[in-house]
């Protein structure tokens, strides 16, 4: 049986190949007698996933050693509150606004710190990423929160901004929740990052927290135990039962991501060659037809969710039932901003996205 191709933003689809070894492994994990959900996570069992779940993980993204690598509980939502309890001292946060999450995270910074918008641009409905070298940076700030890809909107920052070069001497925070491992991140402009694993890594329930070591040790009186960078990385993230099965599920995509081979590369620079070439054909239907638009940027355009609307919204529905019997689904746009959105994360093949535009050129041609 041909499985549908799923565009959903996030729990989202993932590697056949992943979900495919894990259920062979339900029952009894490499002999164990236990499936991994049924294992102590003190255990040597689940000790050694988790070590070379972490292992893979710094090694795909080439995070230097001074950077901790956490697994956590909360989710993006969780980490706009365990950030500014870890980094913040109580003191000015900047942020860069260019779509809902961005938003999100301010709003709920203000309950633990000063929060200042740098820049943002809602003026023109979170259509792009303001330039750098327009934010107004506070001179106090204990750090500068951005989220490089806005899964919503569909803007991304594709190149991350030098503050020293801005005059800022404060670390970046970046939310790189949906285009986690799609790309390589420089970590030398990057003091902490942070991603939900339901998009680009495994299900819902683990968050990846990236955290340079100097940057520890100063979270907030009222910052609960479990949420401490600093208590978390002196546990090997087991100060509390972490999620292990979504720890193993990542572990198997990180060993899948080093499989990945595209045009002479391999691991994320495949991934992010194939993610291009899935991208950009995408946007050149959508930009040689008078039937959808996509009113993002061209320099930020999000290569991991692509929203679009079809100019007479009349036929939404329409659209949504045809696509849905043709094997493409979850393609309805978020109710905030209405339209469509394709999320084509790293498990989605260059296959699937080449039959949405084969649906979408014969929907533009019956309904004209």
């Known amino acids: 049986m041909t499985r549908p191709y799923n565009?959903?933003?996030?729990?989202?689809?993932?590697?056949?190949?992943?979900?495919?070894?894990?259920?062979?492994e339900m029952l009894d994990w490499h002999g164990s007698g236990m499936g991994v959900m049924e294992m102590s996570h003190r255990g040597s069992e689940f000790i050694s996933i988790y070590e070379r779940a972490v292992s893979d993980f710094r090694e795909l993204l080439k995070i230097p050693t001074e950077f901790k690598i956490l697994f956590m509980q909360g989710g993006g939502l969780g980490e706009n509150a365990i950030v500014p309890l870890n980094l913040s001292k109580g003191g000015v946060v900047d942020f860069v606004l260019s779509g809902s999450w961005g938003q999100k995270s301010f709003r709920e910074a203000s309950k633990y710190a000063s929060t200042h918008i740098a820049a943002s641009s809602e003026d023109a409905g979170f259509t792009y990423l303001p330039e750098p070298s327009s934010w107004r940076l506070s001179s106090d700030s204990t750090y500068v929160h951005l989220c490089t890809n806005e899964t919503i909107h569909g803007v991304e920052c594709h190149t991350l901004p030098d503050l020293k070069h801005l005059g800022s001497n404060a670390p970046l925070v970046i939310d790189f929740s949906s285009h986690v491992l799609s790309r390589?991140?420089?970590?030398?402009?990057?003091?902490?990052?942070?991603?939900?694993?339901q998009k680009n890594i495994g299900p819902a329930g683990?968050?990846?927290?990236?955290?340079?070591?100097?940057?520890?040790?100063?979270?907030?009186?009222?910052?609960?135990?479990?949420?401490?960078?600093?208590?978390?990385a002196q546990a090997d993230s087991m100060y509390n039962t972490p999620p292990t099965y979504g720890i193993y599920i990542a572990g198997l995509t990180f060993q899948w991501l080093k499989r990945q081979t595209e045009n002479g590369l391999q691991g994320i620079a495949a991934m992010e060659h194939r993610n291009s070439v899935k991208a950009e054909l995408l946007y050149n239907f959508l930009d040689n037809s008078q039937f959808y638009q996509n009113k993002v940027h061209h320099s930020n355009r999000s290569r991991m969710n692509i929203p679009f609307f079809l100019r007479d919204e009349s036929r939404n529905e329409a659209f949504l039932k045809g696509a849905k019997d043709s094997g493409l689904l979850q393609l309805k746009g978020h109710k905030s901003v209405g339209g469509m959105r394709a999320s084509i994360y790293n498990a989605m093949p260059l296959k699937g996205v080449q039959v949405l535009i084969e649906y979408l050129r014969e929907f533009e041609r019956t309904s004209s």
């Open 184 to 197: 390589p991140v420089d970590w030398s402009r990057v003091g902490a990052a942070f991603a939900g694993a």
């Open 7 to 24: 565009f959903s933003a996030g729990p989202a689809a993932m590697p056949e190949e992943v979900l495919k070894l894990a259920a062979s």
């Open 206 to 232: 683990v968050t990846l927290v990236v955290v340079r070591e100097d940057l520890l040790g100063e979270a907030m009186e009222i910052c609960p135990s479990a949420f401490n960078y600093k208590l978390v």
